[in-house]
């Protein structure tokens, strides 16, 4: 029975070294190919100007985010022992592609837009290089941390949901920053449970870390924005 209050990406059961090893290059994988779609959302969310229900409230436009997003996450859990779920993974990730064109769009109006970005993918790249040689190395285990890094994901939703009608420019910088330290332990925690054998599903486990990958990136860049851009 797992007891893993996070559902989504983070189930499975121990197994060998073998399939361990065998789930965790296959993760490494789709995880590099998910990154075409999302680069694809992104392309066709600013040469369209995608803005998901731009003429409705702020509110309804997050909760019809949530709906088409957790949507996906439960098709990826039905469909995660098939070639399905493969396929229904990539549709995800250009889903959140196309999301990812707003803030994109916002940096790319600054002058060195194009550099800021390029800035939150190395930086990115720099800190899932370092979680995940810790995972790997490290005899330690982080299984604890589990249901404190699943609290703080509430918070952070809770947090988020409330400044849509607060508008509280501290507010927002406290969540990016808070959520660059949370996703980035989580990670660590992910990577580790399929090199300890805790997650066994490629796909899952590849959906867990592109997650943990997506928010460091939109809010790294997010910080990066704010404090870093140059208006032309």
């Known amino acids: 029975m797992n007891d893993h209050p996070y559902m989504f990406g983070r189930n499975g ?17 789709l995880l590099a190919l ?3 779609p999302t680069v ?25 985010f949530f709906a088409i997003a957790f949507g996906f996450m439960f098709a990826i859990q039905r469909t995660k022992d098939s070639a ?38 190395g930086g990115t790249g720099v800190i899932f290089a370092a979680m995940a040689t810790i995972a790997t190395v490290s005899k330690r285990d982080f299984s604890g941390l589990g249901k404190w890094l699943f609290m703080g994901v509430i918070v952070l939703l809770l947090a988020s949901v409330a400044n849509v009608f607060l508008q509280l420019p501290a507010l927002m910088l406290t969540v990016s920053v808070m959520a660059i330290v949370i ?40 910080l990066l924005g704010i404090f870093g851009g140059n208006r032309n």
């Open 84 to 121: 399905a779920g493969v396929f229904v993974l990539l549709g995800f990730t250009f889903f959140m592609g196309l999301m990812l064109s707003r803030i994109l769009a916002f940096v790319l109006g600054f002058s060195n837009g194009p550099s800021l970005i390029m800035l939150a993918f």
């Open 13 to 29: 059961a121990v197994s060998t070294a073998e399939t361990r090893n065998r789930v965790l290059r296959n993760t490494y994988w």
């Open 34 to 36: 998910s990154m075409i």
């Open 183 to 222: 996703f980035s332990a989580y990670i660590m925690f992910d990577v580790q449970r399929v090199v300890n054998g805790g997650e066994t599903n490629y796909i899952t486990a590849t959906l867990a870390i592109y997650l943990d990958l997506y928010n460091v990136f939109v809010n790294l860049l997010a």
């Open 40 to 64: 694809l959302g992104a392309w066709v969310g600013l040469a369209t100007g995608f803005s998901l229900f731009a003429a409705t409230s702020p509110a309804m436009s997050m909760l019809a």
